[in-house]
DNA sequence: GAACTTCCGCCGAAGATCGAACAAACCTCT
DNA sequence: AGAGGTTTGTTCGATCTTCGGCGGAAGTTC
């Protein structure tokens, strides 16, 4: 429902997405009139939400005084939970990285003991950039399995022994929960990131499996149950014969994930357990690795171009363990899909690794729970309060 | 842009969404005061947006004036161009159809050619429900080919000679105009006409060849090139030696469009030249016939598996001359997705043939022209004008 | 340093919204 | 039938918001 933009919300919207950063800028893009954008200003920056900096470029005349958030008084945490690690950034309301953590933590061990583990480091860490608990506004966390985005529980995930259906932001009392998928708040985190002009973008995580975050319109698509972007299970053509774990045979991630490239690496007398072993192998300048990863990329490559033919994303990011060999994975995936495609849909597309790398699920995590955080509707509930 | 919501756009939104029939349900469901509601009612009404009914019910009390588009003094067109015919229906703003035509037309006779017979049809449609041409407020139309829909202009359309980057609204002066590719439209009018709760819906039509539209949260995903949804150039496995006008081979729309079909069909001695006759024979209860419309129900099917898995959505139409024979081929698509995609997507997933059949394209590209009409916006701007 | 430009706060005017009061229209119960 | 209750819609002054002009502040240009 929008009358004229002007809200307090809209005026740090504008300011939050680097569109305004002096009064002027705001009157003009409002439309308001400057004594209204003053007045809005002012009671964020009474909220502690904004704050005024030096001087900045005179354009002529007088020159303005710059906005930007206010970076000291509020936290967020990004929580990245995997198979066997658990990463945590904590950033300011600007997104910029405060602290950072990384464990061993065993996702099997149930969500008390994990969650327990997380609210402990998330303590550490505020305490080490000094900032009080209170401090910390919302907190995001992208889980390895898939969400019920509204609830935060998660819904049967296959790899998360005891967190089926558990009320995951119940456990953290005081703070805003965001519980999304892995894949998700990593595309959430590549596209805010690096391609922020995107309008449409997919982030493919290659690891022990393959799943896919989808952006649309600049938002993160999770379909009707939530179980959007899961590309790991669609079928490729010429590989009856490999079973999946999830029944159905020919899947994709059962002939290119990081586990299935292992398995056939071990069959042939190398032994690899992981996809990490696989990377290991190809670094080492192994060429059954190199060539596997290769084959790999061309199967993920056939599935990327029924996918470009019907979502015509303008981006699509490489991530996940294996795209520490992006070479050459990339170099399969492009040979495919720019063979199998439209035209039309491969004009102006992008194919690239990571940016953000390692970090896409913490920082997209964290940006979840700042983009929550500075919602307009929020932001006016703040200030109006 | 949102602060509370409360504009006459807005007000006038939730009384064409039929949220709101009444002054207190708008009250109640803007914050609005009575008084507030009453001056943005008057306004709608003065503007001739809106109109009273006779009183409703009384819940107790008196009972409330009843508020309703109010649909004499406008019109909306909804083109649907095809290949070779031309349908026309004329609306009023709630969406109702107050006249139709159809003819043949063959769309390669190029742009001046039939937009000229569509801009006089839709005169003579006027004239026989007996409103002006001023009346004529927006008017919307698909098209079987890509088009850049922010301008109107279609983008290298191969069976559309001569409206390469023609631009199609100037031709039309003093009406809005809006431009689609069919199947787009198509997906619109089948969401809004048969299916407004689904958050995500899928229109696969079926035709001689094969297109998709995609709604995703109740709005048209067109794509960084607005070419998304061109599903008929995915691979199928197992059908390298069907090459397609695209150049490729085992393209989904070689194997399993109307066209394809009727191939194979006169190479088994049933001559057939269209999806056309294939549906006549299969009416006839030819078995062969009917084993082929299955067995692209199944092809189809394999493709529709993945994009389940990717996109997750909560209703796969089935729409398109094949789909006269509905049965066949949805059989062939359930028995494919339902083994194929993953439980999570397919738990609350419907495949059904489409509601509104032949008329999804006219009413779809109507709907366009009356939505874009009624945007908050449009309406804030003519209101305060 | 004079003239010009841009920025920003102040303040009265103009406009929008609210809420109380009242009238209208219906229901229910006696 | 009439009294009393309920819900709806309008009117009107009070209040809150926004606008826009003015003047001072803080630069640039000539």
Redesign the pocket.
């Known amino acids: 429902m929008t009358?004229q933009p002007?809200s307090a919300g809209d005026v740090l919207t504008l300011i939050s997405a680097g569109s305004a950063t002096?009064?002027?800028d705001l009157a003009r893009l409002t439309?308001?009139?400057?004594?209204?954008i003053?007045?809005r200003?002012?009671a964020l920056i009474e909220r502690g939400l904004i704050e005024e900096t030096e001087?900045g470029e005179?354009?002529?005349?007088?020159?303005?005084?710059q906005l930007r958030l206010q970076t000291e008084d509020h936290a967020f945490a990004g929580v990245d939970l995997g198979a066997t690690h658990c990463r945590i950034a904590l950033m300011d309301i600007s997104g910029s990285v405060l602290a950072e953590c990384e464990d061993s933590l065993l996702i099997g061990e149930g969500p008390e003991t994990v969650l327990a583990h997380v609210d402990q480091r998330i303590d550490h860490l505020l305490a080490q950039v000094g900032r009080p608990r209170k401090a910390l506004r919302a907190l995001g966390m992208g889980v390895p399995g898939p969400v019920e985005f509204a609830t935060g529980r998660p819904n049967n995930p296959p790899i998360m022994p005891g967190w089926n259906d558990y009320p995951v932001p119940e456990y953290f009392e005081g703070v805003e929960v965001l519980v999304d998928n892995d894949v998700n708040v990593m595309a959430l985190g590549e596209h805010r990131g690096a391609f922020p002009e995107a309008a449409h973008l997919l982030f493919v995580k290659v690891g022990t499996g393959i799943g896919c975050g989808i952006m649309a319109e600049g938002r993160l698509h999770r379909g009707a149950q939530g179980s959007a972007g899961d590309i790991g299970h669609i079928r490729v053509s010429g590989h009856d014969n490999a079973g999946c774990r999830c029944g159905n045979s020919a899947c994709l991630e059962a002939v290119a994930g990081g586990a299935a490239i292992a398995r056939r690496l071990t069959e042939l007398g190398l032994p690899a357990e992981s996809g990490g072993d696989v990377v290991e192998l190809v670094q080492a300048g192994n060429t059954q690795a190199l060539r596997l990863v290769r084959e790999a990329g061309r199967l993920i490559g056939e599935v990327l171009a029924s996918l470009v033919n019907f979502f015509n994303p303008e981006v699509i990011v490489i991530g996940g363990a294996l795209s520490r060999v992006h070479e050459h994975l990339l170099a399969g995936i492009r040979e495919t899909v720019y063979r199998r495609s439209l035209p039309l849909a491969t004009n102006h597309l992008t194919i690239t690794p990571s940016r953000t790398g390692i970090n896409a699920a913490t920082l997209g995590a964290g940006i979840l729970a700042i983009e929550h955080y500075l919602s307009p509707e929020n932001i006016n509930r703040i200030v109006n309060a």
Chains 1, 2 share one sequence.
């Open positions: 009358p002007g002096t009064r002027s439309g308001l009139a400057r004594s209204t003053s007045q200003v002012d001087s005179s354009t002529g005349g007088r020159p303005p005084r």
